[in-house]
């Protein structure tokens, strides 16, 4: 079975079991380097990659703050596996970003993001299904305003770098023609 989604041909990634391994192969990594970043053994990696037994939230959350992978497609198989569209590789606390970046790190140099995570955490574990949808319902309302404020900032620089296109040629034109003036004058 073959899902288009977000321009992206996800085959037999309905399960959680699958979009694990789907992401982890995307990350070019061996399933004992993949089962540490988790906090799991390889053995539990394979279980949980075969559909033979299911994660801890806590293994997820270390996922989520350790790599670039989208929460959302993670879960739900909805969107691109990866947070950003550069495909990021595993995440280097000691990074930074540069304005309009996306924040590349999660963990102690970024302490506000653990407790967010924590919270979402204890809200999707609640088993409360309406509390749970009015979170995704924010949640996608929150990304669609972050998508579109990247879009107005992308459209923003391009506009920028006309200008400054714009403002080379004409400076370009003055000076040919104060050239063209002091010829004309000698």
């Not at 559909?51 to 497609?73: A, F, M, P």
């Not at 302490?111 to 299904?129: R, Y």
Request: net charge negative; glycine share 6%.
């Amino acid at each position: 079975m073959s899902i288009e989604k977000n321009n992206f041909s996800y085959k037999n990634l309905e399960t959680f079991g699958d979009r694990i391994r789907h992401f982890r192969k995307l990350k070019k990594l061996n399933g004992s380097d993949f089962a540490k970043l988790l906090g799991i053994s390889q053995a539990s990696l394979s279980d949980i990659e075969n559909n033979k037994s299911s994660t801890s939230i806590d293994y997820v959350i270390n996922l989520l703050k350790n790599s670039d992978v989208n929460s959302e497609w993670l879960l739900t198989g909805i969107g691109n596996p990866y947070k950003t569209p550069h495909h990021a590789e595993i995440i280097d606390p000691g990074q930074s970003c540069a304005l309009g970046e996306p924040i590349p790190a999660y963990g102690p140099d970024r302490p506000s993001i653990g407790p967010a995570v924590d919270l979402l955490a204890n809200i999707l574990n609640s088993g409360d299904q309406v509390i749970v949808q009015a979170l995704m319902a924010n949640l996608h309302a929150f990304n669609r305003a972050v998508e579109k404020d990247r879009a107005q900032l992308s459209r923003i620089q391009e506009l920028e770098e006309k200008c400054r296109a714009l403002e080379e040629r004409m400076n370009a034109i003055e000076l040919k023609q104060a050239m063209g003036d002091k010829s004309q004058a000698a």
